[in-house]
């Protein structure tokens, strides 16, 4: 469009009125008779919108470069801290799932699981502030707090990943990948069910406190 105004800009400049050349009988030398005065080209209002609209475009060039929207410094990268707790909230009515940060846990809440709107907490843990687990069980990476703001109505579904060395540790035996809920100052081992194709353990808990994805 701007090109296109610059054109018509041009051919502005040099536009004047017509005239011709007819031949004189009484002399060698050419009359020159206009035919027609010099009028205004009836691309002035064009060309003019055309002179406005450069100095418009480089006013706001000008504008975002002071911005810093052109500038040539590194872009900023999202940082996700992966230490930190991951809230949302749950509606009485509406099943929600909620993702942990590093994608290895999963938390589906079903409707009317707790007696109002409430919000959810999912909080990694580390393996250092994990209280000690029996001799025969090692922690998988997938150790995490969860809490109900309203009180819990009804079990859900806790779904943890784990790795290819938990699977070899674990012989491939479902029977040694456990979900562990810490509970009045012991460990207590829920019933578990184990998909080694996809490598994921599930539980239905129905108290919120700390658990561990555990093998034998």
């Not at 706001?60 to 911005?67: N, S, T, Y």
């Not at 040694?176 to 239905?204: I, S």
Request: charged residues 15%; proline residues 6%; negative net charge.
């Amino acid at each position: 469009m701007v090109l296109g105004c610059l054109t018509n800009l041009l051919q502005g400049l040099f536009a004047s009125g017509k005239s011709t050349i007819l031949p004189s009988t009484r002399t060698d030398l050419a009359l020159r008779q206009i035919l027609s005065d010099p009028k205004p080209d009836t691309r002035t209002r064009t060309i003019l919108a055309c002179l406005g609209l450069v100095v418009l475009i480089r006013a706001i060039a000008g504008g975002l470069a002071a911005a810093g929207v052109f500038s040539s410094s590194p872009v900023s990268e999202l940082v996700i801290d992966l230490t930190k707790p991951v809230a949302i909230f749950v509606a009485p009515d509406a099943p929600v799932q909620l993702l942990s940060p590093k994608v290895d846990v999963t938390i589906d809440v079903g409707s009317e699981t707790s007696g109002g709107t409430s919000q959810l907490t999912y909080e990694p843990i580390s393996i250092g502030d994990l209280p000690t687990l029996a001799d025969e069980y090692r922690a998988t990476d997938a150790i995490f707090g969860v809490t109900l703001s309203e009180p819990l109505l009804k079990a859900f579904t806790i779904t943890a990943k784990f790795s290819s060395v938990d699977e070899l540790l674990a012989g491939s035996n479902p029977a040694n990948v456990v979900t562990q809920h810490y509970h009045d100052g012991t460990w207590e081992l829920l019933e578990t069910r184990v998909d080694f194709a996809a490598a994921t353990a599930k539980a239905q808990v129905d108290q919120l406190s700390l658990f561990a994805l555990t093998i034998r």
